[in-house]
């Protein structure tokens, strides 16, 4: 469920004052740089209270000094002597390694934008929904990782997740449109990636490169190859289920090659109530960044320019890790915790051209396996038991890369 455990007029109140303050982790990546061209624009509404970035110090200390930020800090820390040198006599502080990422999370910043990629970004989101934040969640990997346990924290800390993910933004939107109990079902819509039309035999020899030519969506490289793979939506699946807190056979996935219609709700009338927008990432940011509220997002939608909407079932034969994450989050416990960080480890291995694209979901399978014949597949009790759990999937992952490589070469 996505929580308004904070009294809707304290986000109001908040959205009113003269300034919200903003703190943006992972503000050198692709969902950073969205959010800083809305808070550039909003200049007289924002102010930024912390910047983050995982490796890039240069770029961190750039966007550091142009947005007026009191603190960065940089996960890799050997990347603190060069942030700490580029902010010199700036009066903004520094911070190097993961306990700095969580302190920014921790300063006292009414809305967090939590865009770090991959599981590295579950402790800083936590810290920030842990003091009651607004956090405005992009980062759909904590969800998969530890979502049962995230969402308990956050619920009792009473912060409230704000979906930035572009079609569970939308849900969000049109849930608004009648009563809980009267949802029959929410539907997901998925671009379909670039190998969308290709045959299998092709998929199986797809590089690096043209699995990160995205044919609507610019983002950064993880999220676009899991897009390639459709993993992406099998993640947003298990993202959706602990932010709605619905079932998983009330979640279903249509192809919508256009990325125009990005969510619909299906009500027990037969109403179906849709969010549309441009795909451009800043609609759903904008959307977070000002509720309860609307801001100038993107360009507008122009329907009149479009041919067609079309819409179809994905095919779990050409794109299993859809498969694989729908098994996973049917299973429950820590399966979907084993899948996410299988998936971290096999994407990254095909990037660097250690492992085919096919190779990804053989990969995860065969971790997913692996995992459940050691007994690791138990539910999380809390998120330090998650974290284990993801740890060892890790290694069983990069030990199995190795061997699924050799098998299909
Ligand atoms: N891009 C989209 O359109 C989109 C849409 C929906 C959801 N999302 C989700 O949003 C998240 C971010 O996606 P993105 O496309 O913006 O990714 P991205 O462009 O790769 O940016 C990732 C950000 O995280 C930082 N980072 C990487 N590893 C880190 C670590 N170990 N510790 C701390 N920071 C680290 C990066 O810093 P460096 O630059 O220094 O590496 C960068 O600031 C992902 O979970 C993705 O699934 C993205």
Redesign the pocket.
Known sequence: MVMSAVPLHRAAAAADAHERSVTL????????G?TIDLVKRGRDRFRVEAV?????AE??ALLARELGARFAA???PTGFPALKQALAGTGIEAGGG?AA?VEAAQRPADWVIA????A??LK?TLAAAERGAIVAL????CLVCAGTPFMRRAAAAGATVLP???EHNAIFQALGAGPREDVRRIILTASGGPFREWPLAAIRKATPEQALQHPN????????I?SATMM?KG?EIIEAHHLFDLAPDRIDVLVHPQSIVHGMVEFSDGSVVAQLGPPD?RVPIAHCLAWPRRIEGANRLRLDQMANLTFAEPDLVRFPPLRLALEALRAGAGAPTVLNAANEVAVAAFLDRRLGFCDIAAVVEATLESSAAGGLLHEPADMEEALAIDRDARGRACDLVPQIAAKTN
């Open positions: 982790l992972g503000a050198t990546g692709s969902i950073g969205s983050t970035a995982g490796r890039n770029a961190l940089i996960a890799d993961e990422v865009a770090i990629t991959g590295a970004g800083p992009a980062n759909k990997e930035v993910d572009s969506w610019s983002m950064g490289a993880k999220v676009t899991d992406n993640l990432m």
